[in-house]
């Protein structure tokens, strides 16, 4: 499952971009998932508020991380137990559309404002959109960026990440499993000599430097 990050400006209009792009990519019967980066805190239970607005637009679940906490907007279905499972497993859904997270590994959308610098970002940048004079993207616009995304679901695949602590295997399900794989594809993807590597093994050794 990819993730691809919307990053931009303050006020370069990445929500009113994840809106349509959502909206793109709902209508082509994908599944989207949807996480906010909110730096400054949120309002819960907002109607007109950013994440409401991404929701009504088809993304489903929609997560707002803040200082404040964690909040999960969810199209519920089904008996309360149905849906505490899909909660349990994580995230779901065809493709994961990040607003947000500029210093992430995952690859980037990056929103311009015409007359400014782009924003510095990690990791690498797909594509540059510019809102239009109408305060809207234009069709060709979202349709871009629903492509990249779609490319990417199609390139990526069922990437499988597995971790182990010691000799003991950790399971990793759900959005953890995502989160860990399109990590780790998104760091090591820019480095040489890993473009046809089906099987890459990564190690971290937490054990304090040797003073002898």
């Given at each position: ?6 990053v931009?400006?303050s006020d ?39 994440s ?7 993304a ?40 947000g ?22 990791g ?7 809102r ?12 871009a960026?629903?492509?990249?995304l ?27 499993q ?35």
């Amino acid at each position: 499952m990819p993730i691809v990050a919307i990053v931009g400006d303050s006020d370069s209009g990445k929500t009113l971009l994840c809106e349509q792009v959502v909206a793109a990519l709902v209508a082509e019967g994908l599944r989207v998932g949807f996480v906010k980066h909110a730096p400054h805190g949120f309002e819960p239970g907002r109607p007109d508020s950013d994440s409401e607005r991404v929701l009504a637009a088809g993304a489903d679940p929609v997560v707002v991380l803040g200082r404040n906490g964690v909040l999960q907007l969810s199209v519920g279905s089904g008996e309360p137990v149905d849906q505490l499972s899909q909660l349990l497993t994580g995230l779901r859904g065809d493709v994961v559309l990040l607003e947000g997270f500029s210093r992430s590994p995952w690859p980037k959308v990056r929103v311009c404002v015409e007359g400014r610098q782009p924003r510095e970002v990690a990791g690498p940048v797909l594509l540059d959109v510019t809102r239009g004079a109408d305060d809207r993207f234009s069709d060709d616009a979202v349709r871009a960026v629903a492509k990249v995304l779609t490319e990417q679901r199609e390139a990526i695949g069922p990437d499988r990440a597995t971790m182990y602590a010691d000799d003991r295997e950790v399971p990793l399900r759900g959005f953890a499993q995502t989160v860990v794989a399109s990590a780790l594809r998104g760091l090591t993807e820019p480095l040489r000599g890993v473009e046809d590597a089906d099987h890459l093994v990564v190690e971290l050794d937490r054990r304090p430097p040797s003073t002898g």
